[in-house]
T-cell receptor, first 115, second 115 residues
Framework: SAVISQKPSRDICQRGTSLTIQCQVDSQVTMMFWYRQQPGQSLTLIATANQGSEATYESGFVIDKFPISRPNLTFSTLTVSNMSPEDSSIYLC????????????FGSGTQLSVL | AQKVTQAQTEISVVEKEDVTLDCVYETRDTTYYLFWYKQPPSGELVFLIRRNSFDEQNEISGRYSWNFQKSTSSFNFTITASQVVDSAVYFCALSGTYNFNKFYFGSGTKLNVKP
């Protein structure tokens, strides 16, 4: 199993600012995933972060709004840029999945509130 | 297209009652994986089970059981003799052949178990 540390655990931000969320895994992984969970909603995949290449974004998410870094096999960051109240969500980092890795492991999430 | 439907938004039961959470999925993949995750009030996502599409055998783990029926594209989850600690949001999820790492989550079912 993988242990994922995510920080900050929560933050309250002003409209128009940016927040960078960090995700650290206790083992090397090829892919890391960023999900968003809007209040009372399900999880939606934002992007897949591969080490050494640009992140792959899902429909509805763009790099300018959610830039991602993946400097090595154990770390990734997600930045929420130019925030608006609609960005208030829980952001979750995850690893795993695939035929051999089976389940997804999730970090504890970052609760973001934008005023 | 991949889709997971959890029609039950919220269920309330009294402790010791049995409860079934429904999950219906859509996929064109011949090989796929189905999952259940639990999200307690603390927010972290806890993996419960993974089932691949070739294994239709039902599974029991303590008070938990899962009924996978390919004919009806359903993967239902039953909690027997529910307990207050079972109160959580439960998510059903699907991953497919060509991108095992991409998970599609249902909207979740909030289970309230009252003492």
């Amino acid at each position: 199993s993988a242990v994922i540390s995510q920080k900050p655990s929560r933050d309250i931000c002003q409209r128009g600012t940016s927040l960078t969320i960090q995700c650290q895994v206790d083992s090397q992984v090829t892919m890391m995933f960023w999900y968003r969970q809007q209040p009372g909603q399900s999880l939606t995949l934002i992007a897949t972060a591969n080490q050494g290449s640009e992140a792959t974004y899902e429909s509805g998410f763009v790099i300018d709004k959610f830039p991602i870094s993946r400097p090595n096999l154990t770390f990734s960051t997600l930045t929420v840029s130019n925030m608006s109240p609609e960005d208030s969500s829980i952001y979750l980092c995850s690893v795993g999945g695939g035929v051999y890795d089976e389940k997804l492991f999730f970090g504890s999430g970052t609760q973001l509130s934008v005023l | 297209a991949q889709k997971v439907t959890q029609a039950q938004t919220e269920i309330s039961v009294v402790e010791k009652e049995d409860v079934t959470l429904d999950c219906v999925y859509e996929t064109r993949d011949t090989t796929y994986y189905l999952f259940w995750y639990k999200q307690p009030p603390s927010g972290e996502l806890v993996f419960l089970i993974r089932r691949n599409s070739f294994d239709e055998q039902n599974e029991i783990s303590g008070r938990y059981s899962w009924n996978f029926q390919k004919s009806t594209s359903s993967f239902n989850f039953t909690i027997t003799a529910s307990q207050v600690v079972d109160s959580a949001v439960y998510f059903c999820a699907l991953s497919g052949t060509y991108n095992f790492n991409k998970f599609y989550f249902g909207s979740g079912t909030k289970l309230n178990v009252k003492p």
